[in-house]
């Protein structure tokens, strides 16, 4: 992994939900070879223990901790396994989010010739479950998270937590209206915690992904023949680097916001990761 410096987070707890993922998996693993004790949350045990298998095998320390964000009393269990096995949480990633099929409607703009269509969801289909899921995953499996691993940061040093926004927080995207908005929920939600915690010793912000193609985007950027869609046309366009960003790229970004002396006096910011997608108008 190319790290591009080197905070000393040596013997710091870090707990990274949604591990498991392509993006903060990235994470666990960078803040491991900068010394800290990494515990993956996540659901699937599988990928978790690859991915301490990777850590360990790179010198760094992990665990993982199988757990669901949206069920507290897993998230619960998972930080007693924590706290037993490396202490208290100094770090904490809340990582875990994403899309759900029944949220995501087929047409950019509204197409009376498809509304009846069954095989094409229109915006009035999608499913108030589906909804609600992304929001419950999103908002509360960052809420959940934080209430039960801030307990350990009060009153310590160094104490950070770090959320994951999209850029679909500051622009809604179309077809995805669930996730857009659960996303600026995080943004807003990022800033109320950092004012919550200032005097608290706790310093909150987010990283804003532009586009990286992962397993949770793949149906909307590629076809089946492995071809880029059209939507993929459309961001590459609206984005001035011309490109997809890579998972590693995220991590300066991120050990910047986790380093107390690079970052001290930083809190309630969302930075954009996005090779200008949020500067560009499109003209």
């Known amino acids: 992994m190319n790290i591009p410096f080197r905070p000393n987070l040596q013997d710091q707890v870090a707990v990274v939900t949604g591990g498991t993922g392509v993006l903060c998996s990235n994470f666990a693993k960078a803040l491991a070879v900068c010394g800290a004790k990494v515990a993956i949350v996540g659901r699937n045990e599988e990928k978790a223990k690859d991915i301490v298998t990777a850590i360990e095998g790179e010198g760094g320390t992990a665990i993982y901790a199988l757990a669901d964000v949206l069920d507290i009393d897993s998230v619960k269990a998972a930080h007693e396994d924590i706290l037993k096995t490396f202490g208290k949480c100094d770090i904490l990633i809340?990582?875990?989010g994403g899309n759900n099929p029944r949220s995501?409607?087929?047409?950019?703009?509204?197409?009376?010739e498809t509304l009846y269509d069954t095989e094409k969801m229109s915006f009035f289909d999608l499913e108030p479950a589906g909804f609600e899921y992304v929001f419950g995953l999103n908002i509360t499996g960052t809420?959940?998270?934080?209430?039960?691993f801030a307990g350990d940061m009060i009153d310590r040093p160094g104490s950070v937590i770090i959320n994951v926004s999209s850029m679909s927080a500051y622009i809604p995207l179309t077809k995805v209206a669930a996730y857009s908005s659960a996303k600026a929920a995080i943004n807003?939600?990022?800033?109320?915690?950092?004012?919550?915690?200032?005097?608290?010793?706790?310093?909150?912000?987010?990283?804003?992904?532009?586009?990286?193609?992962?397993?949770q985007n793949a149906s909307l950027l590629w076809n089946e023949d492995g071809s880029p869609t059209a939507r993929t046309q459309k961001i590459l366009n609206n984005t001035p680097m011309q490109r997809f960003g890579e998972a590693e790229e995220l991590i300066g970004t991120l050990l910047w916001l986790v380093d107390s002396q690079g970052s001290g006096f930083v809190t309630g910011i969302i930075v954009p990761v996005d090779g200008g997608f949020s500067a560009y108008s499109g003209v």
């Open 104 to 112: 995501i409607s087929y047409d950019e703009f509204f197409n009376k």
């Open 143 to 148: 809420l959940i998270p934080t209430q039960i």
């Open 94 to 96: 809340n990582g875990a």
């Open 188 to 215: 807003n939600f990022t800033q109320w915690l950092a004012v919550h915690f200032a005097k608290s010793g706790i310093r909150v912000n987010a990283i804003a992904p532009g586009f990286f193609s992962t397993a």
